[in-house]
């Protein structure tokens, strides 16, 4: 299973999924989209303001749904903290925050963005 998130700008999130042919015919692969869609019930607070897609295999058809929420669950708790951090670096609220070299998000020191007039 591969995850990709990216800031949409929006309240919402848009959610794309991408299921090969190899995965079998369109019962199989429509019912892999709805297990997906259903593992991602429970993030959808998380969700808002990204753009998510999900990509999964033929495993994902024969794998348990506890297991399959569970890995969708270690992949969007890998990638959405990264998106937040892109999103707030883009809109200049970063507070000195960074992404490193190996993927993971250094904070920075709590900082105004713009002095407040008295």
């Avoid at 929420?69 to 892109?86: G, I, N, S, V, Y």
């Avoid at 670096?89 to 490193?100: F, M, N, V, Y």
Wanted: aromatic letters at 2%.
């Amino acid at each position: 299973m591969r995850v990709q998130v990216r800031p949409n700008g929006f309240e919402h999130p848009r959610i794309g999924f991408v299921v090969p042919k190899q995965a079998g015919g369109a019962v199989v692969r429509n019912r892999i989209r709805r297990r997906l869609r259903a593992a991602l019930l429970p993030h959808r607070a998380e969700l808002s303001g990204v753009d998510l897609v999900v990509s999964a295999g033929a495993p994902a058809a024969q794998q348990p749904f506890a297991q399959l929420a569970e890995d969708l669950a270690r992949c969007l708790a890998r990638t959405l903290p990264q998106a937040r951090a892109r999103a707030r670096r883009t809109r200049g609220d970063a507070g000195g925050t960074e992404l490193t070299e190996n993927g993971s998000i250094r904070p920075g020191p709590r900082r105004a963005l713009a002095p407040t007039p008295a």
